[in-house]
Structure formats: C-alpha cells, structure tokens
C-alpha cells in the first residue's frame, strides 16, 4: 500500500496519519506561512497567515488533518493577497516602528511583510497607546509590537511551568499582561533563561544590553528571505 | 524629429528629514541618467515653490501639521502618480512615536517647562502652521498610488523603483530591495 498524499499547489505531500496540512508540508520541504504555529506547541490557529484553500474551502493549515487526494492551494496570488491583508491589519493594530526596533531583520511579521511583498499598511493606523515594562532587570516588554500570537503564554505555562503571561479582554481591548498582583514582569519569577523569553516572533520580549548587536546584513532574514530561512529551523529568538 | 518629452517630477518632504532625499542623491551616475530623462518640478533641488501639472510625484515624510496637509493635496492634485518615498510617508515613522502623547502638554513641555526656555508662551505665529494632533502616513489623507518603504530605502531601491516608473512599469520592489528599516 503506498504512501497516503494530498497535492499542494499541484505538486504531492506524502503525510502521515494525523499529521496537519503544514506538518506534512513542512516535513516535504514546503513552506507554509506562519506566526503563532510553532512545532513545540499545539496548534492555536489564530494568526490565520496559514490559511490555505483544501478541497475548495478556506482553512487553518496549522489545525486541519491532512487528507488523502485533497487539492490544496497556498502559494497562489489570491491566497497570499489574503495573507497580505491579515499582516495589513496586524501592522495597523500596533505600533510598528522597525527603524527603531531592536528585532527588526529578526522578526518573523516584518520577514514575512517583505515575503509577501507588503509595501504599505494600507489600513488607518490605530496608533494605540501601550506602555512599556522595563521593571525587570533583564528583561524588556514592548506591548506596542504585540500580535497575541500566545507564543509566550503557551511557552510560559507549557515548558516553563510558570504562566507569566496571558491575554486579557476581548476583542479590540485585547491585550498581553502579566500575571502579576501588579502587573510588572519584575514581581513575577520571570527569568531571561526561561523558554517564553525565546520564543517572541516579534519585538515584544526583548532582552536587554544586546540591542543592535548583530549588525545589518548579519541578521536572521538579511540575507535570504523567510521562506528560505524558516525550513532551516523553526526560527526562534537570538 | 522632436525629442521626447521629458517626465516632469516634483518631491517634497513633509514630516521627514530629507534622508529620502539624500537617498534619492545615492543613485550617484544614474543622477546623469535621470536628468536626461525628467524635468524637475518643485523640489527641494529646484527650489520652487507651487507643484505645477507632473507625471510623478515623490513624497518623503508623514503628515504633522495644517501645511503638510496642504502641500499634499496640492501635490496630489497635480501629480499622474503619486508615491509614498520611505518609512514616514509610508507609516508615519518617527514623527508618529509622539501620537500616544497629548500635543497641547508636548508643546508645553518644550517651550514653557524646558530649562533655558523662557520665552513663557507655546509661539502662535500666524505664520507657523498648525501642529496636527496625530501624524499621518500619507495614504490616510490622500489616495497613494506606489509605496516604497525604508528608513531610507536605498538609492538602489529608489533607482530600480523611479526606472520601472519612468520605463512605464508596474514598479516591484521585493527582497532584498523591500525593507522596513
């Protein structure tokens, strides 16, 4: 009996039982866009730059069970303008300053915003106001560049065993706190060496005293683009 | 034979700090190039002051005050195709780190709490234009036809970028030519 597969993009996908749409992808070395997947978690589904279109519907390529004899289309136009749409919307939610960013070069929305070839936010900037917490002695949070991927929560709570982080409030009031009777990181048990301080696709986690100093053309996707980079291995932080 | 006629280009810089402008310069011998091929119209090379009718017109910086306001819809008034040159015009850049503050205690804090500062009064100039209370990325004020972003993008992104224009290309900026920073 052969192997089952599913064609992406017209090509196949050998996959096996119970492995998603993206694993199987992934293990064929083909990339799939991502921000909240990441291989040590489960999957959350909630960034939704996996979508992919799988026997004529829209789905979460992180969440859905691969199928023997799908057709699934991820790498087309009208998908990845969709995709664009989404990073569109998560530039204009936050505030996305990269000339001034300490990530920038390293940063998973921003690799994936040149991949996709987003020229403009296109969207009216909300411009929220979100305090920083620098209360810890070394460690940074910037709350601006959060995209509520829960990367953090899951890794906190999962690996770590000490669920420092987590999302608060609903909807547009959503927000990333910590668990704290204060709310700074500082008065939780919080250490740089923990696996949430790793694991930020963007620039809310930052550790500090090593700001810019991996110089421009040495950082993570300088030199080859997301697509590329992210087959290597799941790119963490540092 | 008549020689073609040239492509009249203007810039400007609003909210910035002509670092797109010096990036433009940053094409070096392609300068030669480009001024075979276009008639500058108002620019801070021309010194000129209107934007009269063009074929492309090249933004640098966001949208902080009543001026900046004016200038742009004038430009978009008189300008075929209109672009968004660099991280300002395109996000609002460094400009908007101050839209989460209130600009009335911005101003106050510089010109009346500020040691050495002792002029007593926030200055009311009829000939200084309005602060905005946010700024603005360009394409939230005017529509914008292209967009390429840097903080500068580089004269090798310009120079691919205003040769695809002036060629009649749709312009394509990707990696490793399309960055943010």
Redesign the interface.
Same mark, same amino acid.
């Given at each position: 009996m052969s192997t089952p597969h599913f064609l992406l993009d017209g090509l196949p996908v050998p996959f096996e039982e119970g492995q998603t749409i993206l694993e199987a992808a992934r293990a064929a070395g083909r990339y799939i866009p991502h921000l909240c997947w990441h291989p040590e978690f489960a999957p959350h589904g909630s960034c939704k730059l996996c979508v992919v279109k799988a026997a004529g519907r829209y789905v979460s390529s992180c969440a859905m069970p691969a199928r023997a004899g799908w057709e699934v289309e991820s790498d087309t136009p009208a998908l990845n303008t969709r995709r664009r749409t989404l990073l569109q919307m998560l530039?204009v939610e936050g505030?996305?300053?990269?000339?001034?960013?300490e990530k920038?070069?390293d940063c998973q929305l921003?690799a994936l915003?040149?991949?996709l070839?987003m #020229? #403009?936010?296109?969207f #009216?900037?909300f411009?929220?106001?979100?305090p920083v917490d620098a209360s810890h002695p070394d460690v940074l949070l910037d709350f601006n560049r959060c995209i509520y991927c829960e990367l953090c929560v899951r890794a906190s709570r999962e690996t770590d065993g000490k669920a420092v982080f987590a999302l608060s409030q609903r909807g547009i009031h959503k927000k990333l706190v910590v668990n704290a009777e204060s709310g700074r990181l500082a008065d939780t048990d919080f250490a740089a060496t923990d696996h949430a301080a790793h694991i930020c696709p963007v620039g809310v986690i930052l550790h500090k005293r090593v700001g810019f100093r991996t110089p421009?053309g040495a950082r993570t996707y300088?030199?080859a683009?997301i697509r590329v980079v992210a087959m290597r291995t799941e790119a963490d932080d540092d | 034979m008549t020689e073609p006629r040239k492509i009249r280009l203007a810039t400007v810089s609003l909210a910035g700090c002509f670092g797109c402008h010096m990036s433009l310069l940053d094409i070096d011998d392609h300068l030669f190039e480009l001024a075979g091929k276009v008639a500058f119209d108002r620019s801070p090379l021309t010194d000129i002051k209107r934007c009269g009718p063009c074929d492309i017109g090249l933004i640098e910086g966001g949208v902080c005050n009543a001026e900046n306001v004016h200038v742009l819809r004038a430009f978009r008034a008189n300008c075929h195709t209109l672009v968004a040159l660099g991280a300002c015009a395109v996000n609002g850049g460094l400009p908007a780190q101050r839209n989460h503050l209130d600009l009335g205690r911005c101003l106050t804090a510089v010109f009346q709490s500020r040691p050495g500062m002792d002029t007593g009064a926030v200055p009311d100039d009829p000939e200084l234009p309005l602060p905005l209370d946010q700024v603005h990325p360009i394409h939230e004020v005017v529509h914008v036809d292209y967009f390429l972003p840097g903080c500068p993008p580089s004269g090798e992104a310009i120079w691919a970028f205003v040769s695809d224009l002036l060629a009649g290309r749709t312009p394509r900026v990707a990696h490793p030519l399309l960055h943010f920073d």
């Open positions: 530039f505030n996305h300053f990269c000339p001034a960013c920038s070069g921003q915003a040149y991949d070839e #020229t #403009t936010p296109r #009216t900037h411009f929220p106001d979100r421009i300088d030199a683009p | -």
